[in-house]
């Protein structure tokens, strides 16, 4: 297992569209197994394979305490979202340090496969259910600051960018 490196906000990877997984081979096992062990050490709850660079439809999640329930999303589909939607914090490993409100259905019901390429049905609500809509928005290219105002998200790239400049001096 290796750590992969993180992209940063506002790299223009980070709006790349994720392709459908083929393969249901060692690569994808040893991909899931170093997104997870890049998750785990980043501190996070999800990761997607586009924050590490690689375009394809993949999802680790972990929202238990314990952090040692994986969750493995390939090729993932939202199928149903509550209608009920509620306004939460979060953050994400490409914005490190930020935190502003999203508003997101309550409850989810998903679809993907498995290591295997086994299906399964996925029904998440709370914690689960933002993270996944948070790391299914990664694959179609889209960054949780991008539902925030212009103002927002200028302010948070220009943060960011600056702290990027200070690193590399």
């Not at 314990?66 to 969750?71: A, I, V």
């Amino acid at each position: 297992m290796a750590l992969l490196p993180i992209l940063c906000y506002p790299d223009p990877r980070l709006n790349t569209v994720a392709k459908p997984v083929a393969q249901f081979d060692a690569g994808l096992r040893s991909l899931v197994d170093d997104m997870l062990q890049t998750m785990y050490e980043a501190e996070g709850v999800g990761l997607a394979a586009t924050q590490v660079n690689v375009h394809q439809r993949v999802v680790v999640i972990d929202t238990s305490e314990t952090r040692n329930q994986p969750l493995v999303l390939i090729n993932p589909q939202i199928t149903w979202l509550s209608p009920e939607r509620l306004k939460g914090e979060e953050g994400c490993l490409s914005v490190p340090g930020i935190y502003d409100g999203v508003e997101r259905a309550v409850a989810v019901k998903a679809q993907a496969m498995d290591v295997k390429g086994q299906m399964q049905q996925i029904e998440a609500q709370g914690m689960l259910a933002v993270c996944i809509q948070h790391e299914l928005d990664h694959l179609m290219g889209k960054v949780f600051v991008e539902y925030l105002s212009p103002l927002k998200r200028n302010r948070i790239k220009t943060k960011i960018l600056k702290a990027q400049r200070s690193e590399d001096s």
